[in-house]
């Protein structure tokens, strides 16, 4: 969800993104590159955080308190541990 991300021009390698709040691979995601690879060709998949994202840092009641929402936001403390953490559901899901 990081409107700095518009200015790559991935598009124009052919390149799919997928973009939600905080990065992270999700039920949703994961239902989007099995389509993505099965159906469109795709072949390689990145995972991508961006610096200074607003669920770092902050709780899910915090962000509750702010929305409104009482829903799990998928906060985290280190992006390089989250990418982690993605990279790996990624592989070990057998999907791909």
Do not use: K, W, Y
């Amino acid at each position: 969800m990081d409107p700095r991300v518009q200015s790559v021009d991935v598009h124009a390698n052919g390149a799919f993104m997928l973009r939600n709040a905080g990065g992270r691979v999700t039920d949703d995601v994961i239902r989007s590159l099995v389509l993505c690879t099965r159906m469109l060709g795709v072949t390689e998949i990145t995972v991508l955080h961006h610096s200074d994202c607003r669920l770092q840092g902050v709780t899910n009641d915090e962000l509750a308190l702010l929305t409104g929402a009482s829903v799990d936001f998928l906060t985290f403390e280190d992006s390089a541990t989250t990418v982690s953490e993605d990279v790996h559901r990624l592989r070990t899901c057998g999907l791909f």
